[in-house]
């Protein structure tokens, strides 16, 4: 992306805050991208899962870019967290943690319909971001030996996040080549003071 | 007749090294160096400086994050009982478990790779001394046999190898740890500066930064290897050369004579021994690749082929003279088996230093070396325990279970989390004959030859010294005033410490030991033996140092002795 790009994608950002002004709520990062893109009225996505289905896949997407939204760094979808996720499922997992995977799904969607009255994937971003932040404080104050869906996906986000480029570069610090190890310094002379990615 | 005398003549060499591990490496560089034309046999495949092909991936360009996959799992799993080692940046330097069985009666973990460099590749390069304490220990104790040597015949080894391989470290003046030819040392960071003041005052014992093979300075003799940069990534081999091993270090050595011939993909499968000469005289190669046998035959034979590796071409060497395995008159080959017991420890988190950090990845930690039975015995087991650990800010990961999403949680992460420490032992285990390993001949691998069965636990000395090595810990670190102090004391088997060892011990009784005190086979002159499988006590530290040490020493015996004619 050139600087010329990234101008015109603040004055859209800014526009589209402005926008979600206007409509008197937050505009989710998933849903600006949806506007963006003029396509708000189903949510689809741009990579085929090779894992879940397609359903699920959205519904992962929505939830990961919840969980790590782009700011003024890129959030989860734009590094593709999504794909990244699917595909750890299908390789790294067990047939039995899939299936609980699986089963947390939905039980997360119903949990939804319950609540909101639409699947996940129908309700309004302001809602989607309501029903995640509800569901993952009350799994976090819970504090079960079983980690619950919600916070394998929060994992697995941060997970995929902060192992690629623009999680690990951007918003932490990565040096390829220390050169040196300084084993107590103050932390505004550790590079630029954020948490070392590795 | 005449086409197997000229086939005879072009596999002869003056010496044999099987293996190219850390004693393998160190074998052929000494014998090439005193001008032996010298065959160097690996079974795996070739690994050259600096060719290690995931050295400098970036975390982003490794599938799953670098996990291992289930198909992975299928592969490795027995390799994978580490928990650290079966990853996409390492998985290639362990052995696949499909291809190579063994038998275990008690859980028993053999980590291992087989590709020139072995296990030299992916050590964890902490490099300690043993020392008198650890010599005498055997007879003072009145258990196995005696060391047939002390810390002064083999102190100018240490010197000899350290000063090549480089070693950095702090000098102590611990008589039960002797200093060596140090580089300088690495730093502590803030909060492990703090625990080394409160464990000296407090319970006046050590913490001192680990002693590692790292090039912390130029070493002018090894123009390959640059210094340690620092990336924290050994394991996938060092394109730098940053640390010790054999691919960087001994074999360009061994190379740069000319007199090395080195052959990647040769399993050998027995010893050749020749009854009238009462001496060995050469190798049964199985070529992995081929399937082809072929034999070699020189003078002087080098086993370097790690300790299991050894032992087991020894179990299958049989002849009439040897009818119970090669040199094993003494029947305690494949007896005695030795690790480090680990996987005990403490940790804890720590409150305050937040405007503290550090920069660089330090591939080392604190060491706080043993302090238990120093002198005299006093507590309800003999021998002792040393700690590894580490202290450093919690990344990502902390904030997993923490109430921060979305925008807060990003720039919640970017700040450096809580310190937090710990720390874990690694304790003395004892040569007991009854921790042994036998040739399975029922079960082959799939070039034919018997695989090994294991049949090895940690015994009362040393489920009793894990209560202290768990207690002592939490203690340390909660007289430091650390918080939320947590003991850990988890389930092992032999060999997860990857420190195996004892099952061709030295000694000086050929009745109850396979090896002499220059680790030459008591019963064969021409053979020598110097992987771990010669240590006779275990000590409690990281062994590697030892083997090179013993394997310069033994070389230069060796060579002296065929210069008299007297192998």
């Known amino acids: 992306m050139n600087f010329e790009h990234k101008i015109k994608d603040m004055d859209r950002r800014e526009a589209l805050k402005r926008t979600a002004w206007i409509m008197g709520g937050v505009v989710s990062a998933p849903a600006m991208m949806g506007i963006l893109k003029g396509c708000a009225a189903k949510p689809t996505i741009n990579w085929k899962p090779v894992f879940l289905a397609e359903n699920q896949g959205i519904l992962i997407s929505q939830v990961a870019d919840i969980i790590i939204p782009k700011t003024d760094t890129p959030g989860a979808s734009d590094v593709g967290v999504p794909g990244f996720i699917d595909q750890l499922l299908k390789e790294c997992y067990s047939k039995e943690d899939q299936d609980e995977f699986l089963a947390g799904l939905t039980a997360f969607d119903e949990e939804a319909k319950k609540s909101h009255g639409d699947a996940f994937n129908d309700l309004s971003a302001e809602k989607q971001a309501e029903f995640v932040k509800n569901i993952h404080d009350e799994a976090i104050k819970a504090k079960s030996e079983k980690r619950p869906f919600i916070l394998k996906v929060k994992e697995l986000t941060m997970l995929g996040f902060f192992t690629s480029e623009a999680g690990a570069t951007q918003v932490l610090q990565y040096v390829a080549v220390p050169g040196s190890y300084k084993g107590c310094i103050p932390l505004s002379e550790a590079g630029n003071g954020k948490t070392w990615a590795t | ?567």
């Open chain 2, 1 to 567: 007749m005449n086409l197997n005398v000229d086939a005879e003549k072009k596999n002869t060499y003056d010496a044999i090294v099987v293996g190219t591990g850390i004693s393998g490496g160190w074998a052929a560089k000494e014998l090439t160096e005193k001008g032996l034309k010298t065959l160097v046999l690996e079974r795996g495949r070739m690994v050259k400086h600096p060719d290690y092909p995931t050295a400098t991936k970036d975390p982003w360009e490794f599938a799953n994050a670098g996990r291992a996959t289930q198909e992975d799992l299928k592969q490795q799993g027995v390799q994978a009982r580490t928990g650290y080692t079966i990853r996409q940046d390492t998985k290639h330097w362990f052995v696949n478990d499909i291809d190579n069985p063994y038998t275990e009666v008690n859980r028993f973990d053999w980590m291992r790779g087989y590709h020139v460099g072995g296990r030299s590749i992916m050590w964890g390069r902490q490099s300690y001394r043993l020392s008198d304490m650890d010599f005498e220990a055997n007879a003072k104790d009145g258990i196995a046999v005696d060391w047939p040597v002390r810390y002064k015949d083999i102190s100018p080894w240490y010197d000899y190898v350290e000063s090549f391989i480089g070693v950095s470290g702090q000098v102590e003046n611990l008589p039960q740890l002797p200093d060596g030819k140090f580089l300088p040392p690495m730093e502590l960071n803030c909060v492990e500066l703090d625990l080394k003041k409160s464990v000296k005052e407090k319970q006046d014992r050590l913490v001192t930064i680990g002693r590692v093979a790292h090039a912390t300075a130029p070493l002018p003799h090894s123009p390959q290897r640059g210094t340690c940069q620092y990336r924290n990534l050994c394991s996938r081999g060092c394109p730098y050369g940053g640390y010790f091993s054999s691919n960087s270090s001994t074999l360009p050595a061994a190379e740069k004579t000319g007199n090395m011939t080195l052959r990647p993909n040769s399993i050998v499968s027995e010893l050749i021994y020749d009854e009238k000469l009462g001496k060995a005289t050469g190798v049964k190669v199985l070529d992995a690749e081929t399937g082809e046998q072929v034999e070699y035959y020189a003078k002087v034979i080098f086993l370097c082929a790690s300790t299991f590796g050894s032992t087991q071409i020894m179990l299958n060497s049989i002849s009439n003279r040897f009818p119970n395995g090669f040199g094993n008159d003494s029947g305690e080959l494949g007896h005695n088996i030795m690790d480090h017991h680990l996987s005990v420890g403490a940790g804890g988190s720590v409150e305050g230093y937040e405007d503290q950090y550090y920069s660089g990845r330090r591939a080392n930690g604190f060491y706080i070396p043993r302090y238990r039975n120093i002198g005299k015995n006093n507590r309800d087991y003999i021998r002792g325990f040393g700690y590894q650990g580490a202290a450093s800010r919690q990344g990502w990961s902390s904030l997993v279970a923490e109430l921060s999403l979305g925008a807060d949680l990003k720039s919640a992460v970017a700040t450096p989390g809580k310190w937090t420490i710990g720390m874990g032992g690694f304790g003395e285990i004892l040569p007991y004959h009854e921790n042994f390993v036998v040739l399975n001949k029922d079960k082959k691998d799939k070039f034919g030859l018997p695989t090994l069965t294991f049949d090895a636990i940690l015994r009362d000395n040393e489920l009793k010294m894990r209560k202290d090595m768990a207690n002592d810990a939490a203690e340390m670190l909660e007289a430091a005033g650390f918080k939320n102090v947590n003991k850990f004391d988890r389930e092992i088997g032999i060999g997860l410490g990857i420190h195996e060892m004892g099952t061709a011990r030295m000694g000086k009784d050929p009745k109850t030991s396979v090896l002499n005190k220059w680790n030459q086979v008591h019963a064969c002159k021409n053979v020598f033996v110097t992987d771990g499988s010669f240590m006779t006590s275990a000590a409690c530290h990281n062994p590697s140092l030892g083997y090179m040490a013993f394997t310069a020493r033994a070389v230069d015996y060796a060579v002296s002795e065929l210069k008299k004619n007297n192998l």
